[in-house]
Every structure is written in structure tokens, then in C-alpha cells.
């Protein structure tokens, strides 16, 4: 079974950083694109970056120039290394990816992660 796990949240003050991890693992055939999201309690859950597999990025506004999304086709995993942290951007912060797997007979769906945990204290 094909599972995305996240890693890398916890506690920091305003100004600092975090880097957040995503690992996909089971029997994956290929990825295409993976992207980090964020929900804030209360609110919805929004885009924060993505990144085909051919290294192409996108980001939200709110990310731009402070968070890079980068990834490791080899290990299956993608990065968020974000800098300049707000009280803003606490959230949980959910890893998600376009897979194609054995399972799926080499179909490709969306997969989630867990969600891992950032809060930004000021």
C-alpha cells in the first residue's frame, strides 16, 4: 500500500525555519507532480507549493520568496525548507502526490499524508 509520510513540524519562533519532509514508500511505479498544502484551524486547506517531477515549481503568493519546494526523485521525497517564519503560517501542513502504483494498475491518483504540525509563536 502506497502511503505519503510527513516529518519535520514543531515549534519556532517568528523569523526562524523549518524544514518539512514527505516520503512516499510501497510499491510506487512513478510520481508526477507533489505539492505541499496547509490548513490553519478554522480555515480551509490552501496550496502552499508544488513541483512536477521535472523540477518545475509553483507558489502560493504567501510563499514566494520565503518557503522552497524542492524533491528527490531517487527517495521518493519532497521538501518544504521554509524561512522567515510567521505566526501566520502555523498550520498543519499536508503532503500530497500524484502516483501511479501496482495497486493502482499503474493508474495515477492523489494521495495525502498525515499532516504535520507548524506553529509559529510570535
Known amino acids: 500500500q502506497v502511503q505519503l509520510v510527513e516529518s519535520g513540524g514543531g515549534l519556532v519562533q517568528a523569523g526562524g525555519s523549518l524544514r518539512l519532509s514527505c516520503a512516499a514508500s510501497?510499491?510506487?511505479?512513478?510520481?508526477?507532480?507533489m505539492g505541499w498544502y496547509r490548513q490553519a484551524p478554522g480555515k480551509q486547506r490552501e496550496l502552499v507549493a508544488t513541483i512536477t517531477s521535472s523540477g518545475s515549481t509553483n507558489y502560493a503568493a504567501s510563499a514566494k520568496g520565503r518557503f522552497t519546494i524542492s524533491r528527490d526523485n531517487n527517495k521518493n521525497t519532497v521538501y518544504l525548507q521554509m524561512n522567515s517564519l510567521k505566526p501566520e503560517d502555523t498550520a498543519d501542513y499536508f503532503c500530497?502526490?500524484?502516483?501511479?502504483?501496482?495497486?493502482?494498475?499503474?493508474?495515477?491518483?492523489?494521495?495525502w499524508g498525515q499532516g504535520t504540525l507548524v506553529t509559529v509563536s510570535s
Open positions: 500530497n502526490a500524484e502516483v501511479a502504483s501496482r495497486d493502482s494498475n499503474y493508474r495515477y491518483f492523489g494521495l
Open positions: 510501497g510499491s510506487i511505479y512513478s510520481i508526477k507532480d
